[in-house]
Nanobody, 123 residues
Framework: VQLQASGGGLVQAGGSLRLSCAASGRTFSSYDMGWFRQAPGKEREDVARIRKSGSITYYADSVKGRFTISRDNAKNTVYLQMNSLKPEDTALYYC?????????????????WGQGTQVTVSS
């Protein structure tokens, strides 16, 4: 599966952005999907994950209550709605896919990656 992330940008603290990740292929619904982020000088970290059917989601504590992951299997797309953004949310955001990774918080648990989209939150 090939992934294409989009929707990043520059936003003021307290603002919102919606990231999208479009997947190629006809088996999108066979993949658990995740969003990760990487700030300069830091390791890539788990942000949110969603099960194949969309029935189960997980969030990092740092984004819980502010971010929402969702997917539309008919459109082969996963989304990350980000509200109440903070300067510490500034990072390059990646979408990732794997057939069985819903419980995986580490990047190495995912075999397929998008190219990343930059999110910058100004104070």
């Amino acid at each position: 599966v090939q992934l294409q992330a989009s929707g990043g940008g520059l936003v003021q603290a307290g603002g919102s952005l919606r990231l999208s990740c479009a997947a190629s292929g006809r088996t999108f619904s066979s993949y658990d999907m995740g969003w990760f982020r990487q700030a300069p000088g830091k390791e890539r970290e788990d942000v949110a994950r969603i099960r194949k059917s969309g029935s189960i989601t997980y969030y990092a504590d740092s984004v819980k209550g502010r971010f929402t992951i969702s997917r539309d299997n008919a459109k082969n797309t996963v989304y990350l709605q980000m509200n109440s953004l903070k300067p510490e949310d500034t990072a390059l955001y990646y979408c990732a896919a794997d057939r069985s990774a819903i419980l995986t918080t580490t990047p190495r648990g995912y075999n397929y990656w998008g190219q990343g989209t930059q999110v910058t939150v100004s104070s």
